[in-house]
């Protein structure tokens, strides 16, 4: 069973930055699909992003421009650059992990976000921004 755990996350003030990371072990294959999905109060779950093991990054338009995702593979840490933070990026971020998918569907947030109850996934990072 794939172990996933976030840490990084905190407080920080509109325009700040934070950088999560997500510890990675035990792959049950090395066709995967991993990244980040976050939960607001009262908001539906978003899929933020995601990296396929054939080295594939997508990030959600809302985001696109603030937020990165990279991958250190030597020590299968899984991060997320998060910049320009604002109130509504206010959430629980967790690092989510499936396998990947055959075309045409595309390793990506919204695929980790719809899998999210039946895939790996950590126990989440509290992200909250104040203005």
């Known amino acids: 069973q794939v172990q996933l755990a976030e840490s990084g996350g905190g407080s920080v003030q509109a325009g700040g930055s934070l950088r999560l990371a997500c510890a990675v072990s035990g792959y049950a294959s090395n066709d995967w699909c991993l990244g980040w999905v976050r939960q607001a109060p009262g908001k539906e779950r978003e899929g933020i992003g995601a990296i396929a093991s054939t080295g594939g990054t997508t990030v959600a338009h809302s985001v696109e421009g603030r937020f990165t995702i990279s991958r250190d593979s030597a020590k299968n840490i899984l991060y997320l650059q998060m910049n320009n933070l604002q109130p509504e990026d206010t959430a629980i971020y967790y690092c989510?992990?499936?396998?990947?998918?055959?075309?045409?569907?595309?390793?990506?947030?919204?695929?980790?976000?719809?899998?999210?109850?039946?895939?790996?996934r950590g126990q989440g990072t509290q992200v909250t921004v104040f203005s």
């Open positions: 989510a992990y499936n396998q990947r998918p055959t075309l045409p569907t595309v390793c990506s947030g919204a695929y980790l976000r719809a899998r999210f109850d039946s895939g790996d």
